[in-house]
């Protein structure tokens, strides 16, 4: 956790979004962002006691960002603990691991724990990530069932799913596909709808400006 000041650790940035990442045990929740963090891979099998939390910056057009994230455990006997956290969310970031069905599956149960406890989930923005990818052949009969499944899942939502392993993904890929995806629909969303609780209150932005404007389509 950042040991900043807190006065500091808030002058330096515009905008605070809270993620929680959500997923089944096993699923590489934390291995995934320990890498997305320190830009290495663990092997070994990381199970997250209760709720973990780490900071991570980001830039959108000169906006400077921080994403707190929260990282869960998917563990049965962990989930009240984990309902704690639902509140106030920005985004979502559910987990799964493609040679896993029943995680797979389960994206279903987190997005309705997600739609029941919290009251604003038309405003919080989601995306699925499938790890794991380098497990399962791509030009299988198998690869292809269970894109297909996954599909039917996320259209089901309306989100948006990526395929990464984190085994073999750079930090350049992860960055890009996981972290800037989510930070710009939450961005976009606060553009959009004219939402002011996401911005500091020691530096408040004009969202009609026309300098402040959607950075991407997705």
């Not at 990381?46 to 973990?52: A, E, K, M």
């Not at 997600?114 to 990530?129: A, E, F, P």
């Not at 948006?160 to 085994?167: A, N, Y």
Request: charged share 25%; hydrophobic share 35%.
């Amino acid at each position: 956790m950042n040991n900043k000041p807190i006065n500091n650790y808030y002058d330096d940035c515009d905008f605070i979004f809270k993620i929680l990442v959500l997923g089944d045990t096993g699923v590489g929740k934390t291995t995934l962002l320990k890498k997305i963090k320190n830009n290495k891979f663990n092997k070994e099998f990381l199970s997250t006691i209760g709720v973990d939390f780490f900071s991570v910056p980001c830039k959108i057009n000169d906006k400077k960002i921080k994403l707190h994230i929260w990282d869960t455990a998917g563990q049965e006997k962990f989930r009240a603990i984990v309902k704690n956290f639902f509140r106030n969310i920005n985004g979502v970031i559910y987990i799964a691991d493609i040679s896993d069905i029943e995680s797979i599956k389960n994206i279903e149960y987190w997005i309705n724990e997600v739609k029941s406890n919290t009251s604003n989930y038309d405003d919080i923005q989601s995306i699925v990530v499938i790890n794991k990818e380098d497990l399962i052949n791509i030009n299988s009969q198998e690869y292809t069932d269970i894109i297909d499944n996954i599909s039917t899942i996320t259209n089901k939502y309306n989100l948006k799913f990526v395929l990464v392993s984190t085994k073999n993904a750079d930090f350049e890929y992860l960055e890009t596909n996981i972290i800037k995806k989510i930070s710009h629909k939450i961005f976009n969303h606060i553009i959009e709808t004219g939402d002011k609780s996401f911005i500091l209150p020691n530096n408040l932005i004009n969202l009609n400006n026309n300098s402040i404007k959607s950075c991407c389509s997705r």
